[in-house]
């Protein structure tokens, strides 16, 4: 009996100065503001990249990284079900017309008919990987290198 009221009384008192000690320590974001201070935007940046087609690739910087959108898309209408803007250059029937890459063959499987290839649903929404890219500098410090040496 005893070792429990003891053991009731330690767990009581451990936390209540746990309680008592993380009111006394202001919580911090990444940014460095506190908790309840107001999140204030960023300023919206340009894209670098203007009208497609006149920019070159952006250079990989791990051999799976999806390839990064050399042009602005902010002109492109939504993807929908029922249209993809920027299949209408990087298709298998236009990319050779448009001069512009291929669709992955990873994002490609047979028609319900097996007659052709087209995009499967599952990596048509283009802009969950491929991402167009402003001059923006990091918002935290960053290490990182890629394991692709550049090109010369």
């Not at 940014?31 to 940046?45: F, I, L, Q, Y």
């Not at 028609?111 to 052709?116: F, I, L, Q």
């Amino acid at each position: 009996m005893k070792w429990s009221i003891t053991i009731i009384l330690g767990a009581a008192l451990a936390a209540v100065s746990g309680w008592s000690a993380a009111q006394q320590v202001a919580v911090q974001t990444l940014r460095g503001a506190d908790v309840t201070t107001a999140d204030h935007a960023p300023n919206e940046k340009a894209y670098v990249g203007k009208k497609p087609g006149l920019q070159k690739p952006i250079d990989r910087t791990f051999k799976e990284q999806p390839p990064l959108i050399p042009h602005a898309v902010d002109n492109f209408d939504e993807i929908t079900v029922e249209e993809n803007q920027c299949l209408s250059c990087h298709s298998l029937e236009k990319y050779r017309e448009k001069n512009a890459p291929k669709v992955g063959d990873s994002h490609l499987a047979f028609s319900a008919d097996a007659t052709k290839k087209v995009v499967t649903m599952d990596r048509y929404q283009c802009n969950t990987c491929h991402v167009p890219q402003v001059d923006a500098k990091p918002l935290v410090e960053n290490t990182f290198v890629g394991n692709i040496p550049k090109k010369k």
